[in-house]
């Protein structure tokens, strides 16, 4: 996290464009993905982060510029082998009616499946670590459809998580969880981080939690990274009005003495007092 | 073979884990040798073999009744090579064909309906839904009526039909990707276009041509020669096993496009790769036997009950549509014997109650 030594990136975005159709969504925008550590992406609705993260996980061709694998073109490499090195968990995944826990996860395991590879013992030992990881393994014979939104969150995680895969992207992964679920989610990410050495990307909407959380926070408006680097840096009543448009008080976490952004009273024009 | 819901040893024995750590729930057996491994769902694979001896009963019963009643043992006798004098002409040239074709039918049918209903992830949109069939049946007429067609020209012509009606409906449907409703609704109105253009060319043809058109236009197993059989055959042994390999993507497709292209699926080949074997599988259907309705349609939900599993279960759905095919050709010769009735009127019959019974669920659950 010092500053003097940027982190190597294997993943990295080299002045792309994005865009739908004929909407521009992200233009010449850069980004190294730090190895190691976590990322989170924050920034307003619609300011292309989703996008973003689309495009790093190659599902999403940049119109100009490039996304770098191993130093590898991302676009040009086939998608089986993009797939062993790098996960993705979309911002709303399917899971197909009446579908059992350890057969969702065991999905997780097909870019290392061939025709007649179907369930080598090495898919059996990733199933099991995901789902022992992700604290799931005693949901295992249910069926999805009749688990809480948390523990749904925590199995589609086991799926990209039995992907072994060194880089994990996950897009919003903590939407329409409660506080609780949203930190056991987090919780999980970090653990991952530290114990298993994961490079994690992560879109989250609450500030706090990207503060706490990350190593390392990419803060994007219209398309571009207005500001990168450790949360204490990044994030400042400054930084917040000029994203969000809103005007705050930023005080340490009493917890993880992390930046913490208290809204002000928008209607006063004063700024309410620090604590 | 291991049963994964036991004990698992592993390779050497190397490793050790707590009793707890081996219990892994996962559905069915794998065998594994050398590096490879193949995972088989007791529970499908269970149902597969019960509907292929329900089958091969219905079959026979089927052989064997009718104006001509012939005994189950001259049937087996027969289909052995060992006729007697009656049972060669009744079983080898009228019955045994169409019986076979029946079976093939069902089962092109029956993978196609359930690759379809599970690319569209709705039940409404199965082949006969959404005018694939019809417009293979439109080129299959197309074939009658202009070119006389034999049945190799016939079969072309449906497959033509089929694909160009299955781009016709995507590109009517697209609107920034297709979202699946656009695709049903779209489907089922070019389905009454083609069928109109159909009236209109068989009113406008030979009247031999209609009534060879006509018969063949309600899905009819009458007077089915072994040419059928072999367009069946054909059309199951070139693209059955593809569709078998193909299940893999379609099930992760299941997962959402961009959950599947994660796991390392090319989505848009997939796709497409599983959309021209689906159209082809029920063009050569209808081309053997005209449009029957409903089988693709019924088979693949009845699939997914019966193994209770999430995955296409396309070849449970195959078992399926040819069960249903077989048991409504019975019961379409036999219910007003000795007037018979064509088959697609018997599977209608069949079929219209769980269409209705379907719209109103998706009506209620507001799906569609």
Not at chain 2, 6 to 26: F, I, N, P, W
Not at chain 2, 169 to 181: F, P, S
Not at chain 2, 255 to 267: M, P, R, S, Y
Not at chain 2, 297 to 313: D, E, H, M, T
Request: aromatic share 4%.
């Amino acid at each position: 996290m010092n500053s003097q030594h940027p982190p190597s990136s294997r993943l990295q975005a080299d002045g792309v464009r994005l865009a739908y159709d004929d909407a521009v969504v992200v233009d010449d925008l850069d980004l190294q993905v730090p190895d190691g550590q976590i990322t989170v992406i924050v920034g307003p609705n619609a300011c292309g982060k989703s996008t973003l993260l689309r495009s790093l996980a190659r599902l999403l061709k940049p119109s100009a510029g490039r996304v770098l694998l191993d130093g590898d073109l991302i676009h040009s490499m086939p998608t089986k082998e993009v797939a062993r090195r790098l996960g993705l968990l979309p911002q709303s995944p399917i899971a197909p009616e009446g579908i059992l826990v350890v057969d969702l996860v065991a999905r997780g395991r097909t870019p290392h499946q061939k025709l007649f590879q179907q369930w080598s013992e090495s898919d059996e030992r990733a199933v099991r670590a995901a789902l022992t990881a992700t604290d799931t393994l005693e949901l295992a014979d249910r069926a999805v459809d009749e688990l809480s939104g948390g523990q749904r969150q925590r199995v589609w995680i086991a799926m990209a998580l039995a992907q072994e895969t060194e880089l994990l992207l996950l897009d919003e992964p903590t939407t329409f969880l409660d506080i609780t679920h949203q930190i056991d989610v987090l919780d999980l990410v970090r653990d991952l981080n530290e114990h298993e050495g994961r490079t994690v990307v992560v879109v989250l909407h609450d500030l706090n939690l990207a503060c706490r959380y990350a190593h390392h926070i990419v803060m994007m408006r219209e398309g571009d990274i207005v500001a990168s680097g450790p949360p204490a840096q990044v994030i400042t009543a400054d930084s917040v009005r000029n994203v969000f448009g809103l005007r705050s008080v930023v005080i340490d976490d009493p917890v993880s003495a992390t930046p913490l952004v208290i809204p002000a009273d928008q209607r006063q024009h004063g700024r309410s007092d620090d604590q | 073979m291991t049963d994964l819901r036991d004990e698992v040893t592993s390779g050497a024995g190397t490793r050790h884990h707590t009793a707890a750590a081996h219990v892994l729930l996962l559905r069915g057996r794998v065998i594994r040798w050398s590096g490879f491994s193949v995972r088989l769902d007791v529970r499908s694979t269970s149902v597969c073999v019960v509907l292929c001896g329900l089958l091969m009963v219905v079959s026979l019963w089927s052989i064997s009744v009718g104006d001509f009643p012939i005994s189950i043992r001259d049937v087996i006798a027969t289909i052995l090579g060992n006729p007697t004098e009656d049972s060669e002409f009744i079983v080898g040239t009228l019955r045994l064909p169409r019986v076979l074709v029946g079976i093939g039918v069902g089962a092109t049918f029956g993978m196609s309906g359930a690759i379809f209903q599970s690319l569209v992830r709705n039940p409404l949109g199965s082949p006969d839904m959404i005018g694939f069939n019809a417009g293979a049946a439109l080129g299959a007429v197309t074939a009658i009526v202009w070119f006389d067609g034999s049945p190799t020209q016939v079969s072309a012509g449906a497959v033509a039909g089929g694909i160009v009606a299955a781009l016709a409906v995507y590109l009517l449907a697209w609107k920034r990707g297709v979202q699946a409703y656009r695709l049903v609704l779209v489907g089922i109105g070019a389905g009454f276009a083609v069928n109109a253009f159909i009236d209109y060319l068989i009113t406008r043809a030979e009247i031999n041509d209609v009534q060879r058109a006509t018969v063949w236009l309600t899905g009819s197993l009458n007077g089915r020669s072994w040419d059928e059989v072999r367009i069946v055959a054909v059309a199951l042994a070139a693209l059955g096993p593809l569709a078998i390999i193909m299940q893999r993507r379609l099930d992760r497709l299941d997962l959402g496009d961009d959950t599947a292209a994660a796991l390392g699926i090319n989505v848009a080949r997939s796709k497409l790769a599983l959309v021209l074997v689906a159209v082809c599988l029920a063009s050569l259907g209808v081309a053997a036997a005209g449009p029957i309705a409903f089988v693709a349609f019924v088979a693949g939900p009845i699939a997914r009950r019966l193994a209770n599993s999430p995955s296409a279960c396309i070849v449970p759905a195959a078992f399926v549509g040819a069960l249903v095919t077989v048991v409504a050709d019975l019961a379409a010769r036999r219910l007003l014997a000795p007037t018979e009735l064509p088959v697609g009127i018997m599977t209608a019959a069949l079929g219209a109650p769980y269409l209705l019974w379907l719209l109103a669920r998706q009506a209620r659950t507001g799906a569609l």
